[in-house]
């Protein structure tokens, strides 16, 4: 994978995206999230995996962007949920404390 990663940041050095305005790469970001899920709903696995390539790739060019490691960024993300209790509810999961939030709120 750090391989990858590198390979997508020397790709986006050499077409010099990665000196570019990040808020691009942010709309870049939802234009493909929209294919993700156009893919999804028309159930297109292949472009399905061609979405979800393309967001990793506008995400690690946006963390290039901004100085920050995509991997790092993952990992902080991961050491926050992996101790996350909740509970699934129609498919999702949801934190302990948004339960809690929501039966304050009722």
């Known amino acids: 994978m750090n391989d990858l990663i590198k390979d997508i940041e020397d790709w986006s050095v050499a077409r010099n995206l ?13 234009e ?8 999804y709903n028309k159930r297109q696995l292949n472009k399905e995996v061609d979405s979800v390539g393309d967001i990793m790739v ?13 991997q790092d960024c993952l990992e902080y ?19 302990e404390e948004d339960l809690n939030e929501s039966t304050e709120n009722n």
């Not at 993300?77 to 934190?95: E, H, M, N, P, T």
């Open 77 to 95: 993300a991961y050491r926050q949920i992996s101790g996350r209790k909740g509970k699934l509810i129609d498919g999702v999961f949801v934190k």
């Open 32 to 39: 493909e999230v929209g294919e993700l899920s156009a893919a």
């Open 58 to 70: 506008v995400l690690t060019i946006f963390c290039q962007q901004r100085g920050l490691s995509i």
């Open 18 to 30: 990665n000196t570019q305005d990040a808020g691009k790469q942010l709309l870049k970001l939802v």
